[in-house]
């Protein structure tokens, strides 16, 4: 199983969005993918269309009161299966705060279910706390959505920091493997500037041990696009609203991007198995584990510009 956190400690910039668009794009093409909502405003549950009101355990009951993975699991789309959230997940981090390996929980919950799916991708609150670490020592890579603003680098460095603290510490596999740049528009200078900083900062990090080493930005770009921030208030993925529109076009290149490195690195795997082989722009301040602040509402313009790609 190929496990993604989309992490982000700002709000507002794409994390749910991707989410769900990902993965529904990958559970169209026939792979059984898991969705894990560790955000308690619960906005990947609502996106899917399911009513957190409603909601009994999900992952609070999961991190919580020991309820096996697979049990909460509720079946949203064909091949797509979420573990949902409700607000009880706020007070789940206090409850964790006196117990043994808190950090792992979910890690260890997930462990029966590798077998059974293709992905699972984790929607992560927007805050470097308890829930997020629990995603971070779960997964083996991270997908970061960034806005191209100026503002949207500042919490770049203290975010790579406090994944490159999870993966000396708690999670020796830990990788950010992608930054997807959301509401995109190549018609404003601003965003071709925050790529290359992006490019060039990433470079600085190659041949190095740190957990970014390997971080690319993605060549496909979320596009600004109306249709993506209204389908969230119908219960539908991108593909069910609006499949001819942009939004859907790139989240679905996006999520073929991803699955075509996945066979890659199989192949390597393989490979390696039959004949064993070895195989600063942004400033960086010290890393810490801080509440962001709440969730912003996305707000997407339409435009009929081509899509842009390296």
């Not at 971070?136 to 890579?141: G, I, K, T």
């Amino acid at each position: 199983m190929k496990k993604i956190a989309v992490l982000n400690q700002k709000g507002g910039v794409g994390k749910t969005t991707t989410v769900v668009n990902i993965s529904a794009a990958l559970a169209a093409m026939g792979f059984r993918v898991a969705v894990v909502d560790l955000d308690p405003q619960a906005h990947l549950t609502i996106h899917l269309d399911m009513d957190p009101e409603r909601i009994e355990a999900g992952s609070y009951k999961v991190l919580t009161q020991s309820a096996k993975f697979e049990d909460e699991l509720l079946l949203v789309r064909p091949n797509l299966w979420l573990l949902p959230a409700n607000i009880n997940l706020v007070g789940a981090e206090s409850e964790l705060v006196s117990i043994v390996g808190r950090e792992t929980i979910l890690r260890e919950a997930i462990k029966e279910s590798e077998e059974h799916f293709d992905y699972m991708i984790i929607d992560c609150a927007p805050s470097l706390g308890l829930l997020t670490l629990n995603a971070l020592a779960s997964v083996d890579e991270i997908l970061i959505p960034l806005q191209p603003h100026f503002l949207a680098l500042q919490g770049l460095g203290k975010l790579l920091q406090t994944v490159d603290i999870v993966n000396k510490r708690i999670n020796p596999s830990l990788k950010v493997r992608w930054i997807l740049l959301c509401m995109f528009d190549s018609r404003v200078s601003l965003s071709g500037e925050v790529k290359v900083d992006i490019d060039q900062f990433l470079h600085q990090a190659r041949g190095t041990d740190c957990a970014w080493s390997e971080a690319e930005v993605l060549p496909v770009y979320i596009r600004r696009n109306i249709k993506l921030a209204e389908a969230p208030s119908y219960g539908k993925t991108i593909f069910e609203y609006e499949p001819n529109c942009h939004g859907a076009e790139d989240y679905r290149k996006v999520a073929e991007f991803i699955e075509g490195q996945k066979g890659e690195a199989k192949e390597v795997e393989d490979l390696a198995a039959e004949t064993p082989i070895k195989i600063q722009s942004i400033e960086q301040p010290a890393a810490q584990v801080v509440e962001a602040e709440p969730t912003e509402t996305v707000t997407e313009e339409n435009t009929s510009e081509p899509q842009v790609s390296e």
